[in-house]
């Protein structure tokens, strides 16, 4: 599988460095020529006076010139150098970044007449930004940290299980974890759609939006005396490989858990209630796990 992480950072670091090297040249240019001739802007000097302080600092382009190197400038080529070291706090600069450039173009649309170049950046800054968010999320998800030496209480007691479906990885390190705390059997949903990558989101977006079983490999739950299963939400629903498991194992069950897993800071009764009438069984208990970005952030018990 495609890492998306590689193909988001490098669209990324394609538009730090057009920002920056940009704002580098543009700020050189007005300490070259502080009255702006050298950029064609001697014109919009006048336009300053609508900015506090304009007697002091905007008397030429001096100002405007280290503005421009220190917000737009430096910024985009140190979150690029970082971006390429494979260091994610350079993403998060380049959020930053994508922030103040927006703000900086507000500042001109503000006191300039409109033109081509500024609306042409502040819908660069908002690209920048997603790209910058993307990345960051993919360099989390890739980068979760699963060893299996962590886990060397799993398999002792055969009559338990842990099942799961993990789209990412965030499941999964859930499901270990409980299986390793149990010393159960972990078992792995495997589905025979698409589910890898950024095709696989939207593929399986479209399976969780009809509420579509999803066929996976054969899985009897009938031998294990206790099953603890995990799922991630899918359109706030359980996922489609889930839903299969459990109408599959409908009345082989009778001692249940779930983990529910997800992004929003929601319960999702709603999916503990469906996997009980999917399973015709009540489950003992249910807890729900907030992820985001690599991290684990909430968990809680469902009470239903």
């Known amino acids: 599988m495609k890492s998306r992480y590689n193909i988001a950072s490098k669209l990324l670091i394609f538009f730090n460095l057009f920002i920056g090297l940009g704002a580098v040249y543009g700020s050189t240019m007005m300490f070259l020529a502080p ?65 103040l450039l927006n703000l900086w173009i507000i500042i001109q649309l503000v006191i300039f007449p409109s033109n081509f170049l500024s609306n042409t950046y502040f819908i660069f800054s908002f690209i920048q930004f997603f790209l910058a968010f993307m990345t960051f999320a993919f360099y989390s998800q890739e980068h979760i940290i699963f060893d299996l030496n962590n886990y060397k209480n799993l398999n ?35 589905a025979k759609e698409r589910t890898e990558g950024t095709l696989g989101f939207w593929w399986c977006g479209r399976f969780a939006m009809h509420h579509w079983p999803m066929e996976i490999e054969k899985i009897d739950l009938s031998t294990f005396d206790s099953v603890t299963i995990c799922t991630p939400i899918w359109v706030f629903a359980i996922s489609s490989p889930i839903r299969k498991l459990c109408i599959d194992n409908k009345n082989k069950v009778k001692n249940v858990s779930y983990i529910i897993n997800h992004f929003n800071p929601l319960l999702y009764k709603s999916a503990v209630k469906e996997m009980d009438e999917l399973l015709s069984t009540k489950h003992k208990n249910a807890t729900s796990v907030t992820s985001r970005i690599g991290r684990v952030r909430r968990i809680k018990n469902i009470l239903i």
């Open 35 to 99: 009255d702006g001739h050298l950029l064609r802007m001697e014109a919009l000097l006048p336009y300053f006076e609508a900015l506090p302080l304009h007697e002091y600092l905007y008397q030429d382009y001096i100002f405007p010139g280290i503005a421009l190197l220190l917000i737009n400038g430096i910024p985009n080529l140190v979150s690029s150098y970082f971006i390429i070291k494979k260091k994610n706090c350079g993403n998060i600069i380049s959020m930053v970044s994508g922030v």
């Open 156 to 190: 002792k007691n055969p009559k338990k299980a842990v099942v799961f479906f993990s789209r990412v990885g965030y499941t999964k390190l859930l499901a270990y974890e409980e299986a390793n705390k149990q010393g159960a059997t972990i078992i792995e949903v495997k």
